[in-house]
């Protein structure tokens, strides 16, 4: 099965899931988790027509996607791994997002960097819903906080995201999650993975991120 197989088969159980949520089919978008994948593994996807992606770094997202960027200038690449303060410049030119500020020092120098391009990209907060000492995110009681001074810095907070802990019942965190984004007054919810993305579009998910489903075992 190709990946192109796979994305028109996880489009299916997302719709389903949509479905039996009782929320409108097509509200939910996909982003292909494209880190550690070559170019030639992306292309067929932008071929069949996909067009959000996730990376979780900087200098691998520009080693493959400026090429693939001239050929499919309407893809949307967005940086979903941890934003070293060194990449922040880089990162600013050349993502459609910035998925996961999880600090009011990074918030901070995000703005500045943002300014000083005059490009201003949407950006999630990442919440470590699970308080994972190992794992990027502002802590739950600290997000709404958060949102707001990303706010008052003048960036735009399209919502938050989330990596539950692997070894616990995901759905609880997602509700903690949408939970939290209402309390904030931000609109989108990205959480949701490969093995669990179902539940989260049951759970009011608006992004899910599918990586290792869609592509299949690394070549």
């Not at 600290?142 to 616990?168: I, K, R, W, Y």
């Not at 919810?189 to 009011?204: H, K, N």
Request: charged share 25%; hydrophobic share 40%; glycine share 8%.
């Amino acid at each position: 099965m190709t990946a192109v197989d796979r994305l028109a088969e996880i489009t299916k159980q997302m719709r389903a899931a949509e479905k039996y949520a009782g929320r409108p089919s097509g509200c939910v978008s996909l982003m292909a988790v494209s880190k550690t994948r070559r170019a030639e593994e992306i292309r067929p996807l932008l071929d069949a027509g996909h067009r959000l992606f996730g990376e979780n770094r900087v200098q691998e997202a520009l080693e493959k996607w400026p090429a693939l960027k001239r050929d499919f200038p309407d893809a949307s690449v967005h940086l979903i791994g941890h934003l070293q303060k060194n990449k922040i410049k880089q990162a600013v030119a050349f993502f459609d997002g910035i998925d996961s500020v999880d600090s009011e020092e990074l918030a901070e120098k995000i703005a500045a960097e943002m300014k000083a391009q005059n490009r201003f990209i949407p950006c999630f907060v990442q919440v470590n819903t699970g308080e994972e000492p190992q794992k990027s995110g502002v802590l739950p009681a600290e997000a709404v906080s958060l949102v707001g001074f990303c706010q008052n810095a003048g960036m735009t907070v399209a919502g938050l995201m989330c990596v539950p802990p692997v070894d616990d019942e995901p759905a609880p965190h997602f509700a903690l999650l949408k939970k939290l984004a209402r309390q904030a007054g931000v609109p989108r919810l990205s959480m949701g993975m490969s093995d669990d993305f179902q539940i989260a579009i049951e759970q009011g998910a608006d992004i899910v991120r599918v990586g290792s489903l869609l592509f299949g075992p690394r070549g």
